[in-house]
């Protein structure tokens, strides 16, 4: 139960990377756009970097749909290869590692959008992306049943010492 639950929450992470591309930035009116952004019908146009390794199905979804520049090895991408793709890319999944600001910003002349696989941006500088006319957007509430569950399940261990009685058995 708790993979699938896993894979749900992945799916609802790529399903918003896609609907921030093909609907457009129109969800975000309060953006002052410096530059004319135009949405693009043809995904496969769109070039999209990944900050870094994917699971298997978000790899397949994002590549299938995209042209994706995704380092699938193990370890960090190295600088000088993710600088080559942010100066191409049009979109970037960021899993959040990485900080998204005006130095960033000035390596990715063409990006677009930022979809952030997390609940938390706080490594993305919001002022920074308004000014390039940079849509981000991040996962809200994909979270909420999971921790529900962690607090409701040590409120029952606690109260009935369910871990400790893991010693007697």
Request: charged fraction near 20%.
């Amino acid at each position: 139960k708790w993979a699938v639950s896993c894979m749900k929450i992945q799916r609802w992470v790529f399903i918003l990377l896609l609907i921030l591309i093909i609907i457009g930035w129109k969800l975000f009116p309060n953006i002052n756009f410096q530059r004319e952004v135009t949405v693009m019908t043809d995904l496969k146009k769109m070039t999209v970097a990944a900050s870094g390794k994917l699971r298997q199905v978000a790899y397949d979804i994002l590549n299938e749909q995209t042209r994706l520049l995704s380092w699938q090895q193990g370890g960090k991408v190295p600088q000088e290869q993710f600088d080559s793709w942010l100066a191409e890319a049009e979109g970037l999944y960021s899993i959040g590692n990485i900080k998204v600001d005006e130095a960033f910003l000035a390596k990715a002349p063409k990006l677009k959008v930022i979809a952030q696989a997390s609940v938390g941006y706080d490594n993305i500088d919001i002022a920074a992306c308004s000014a390039h006319g940079i849509a981000v957007g991040n996962t809200p509430g994909v979270l909420v049943d999971a921790v529900a569950d962690l607090a409701y399940g040590l409120i029952l261990d606690s109260a009935r010492s369910i871990a400790l009685s893991l010693i007697h058995i």
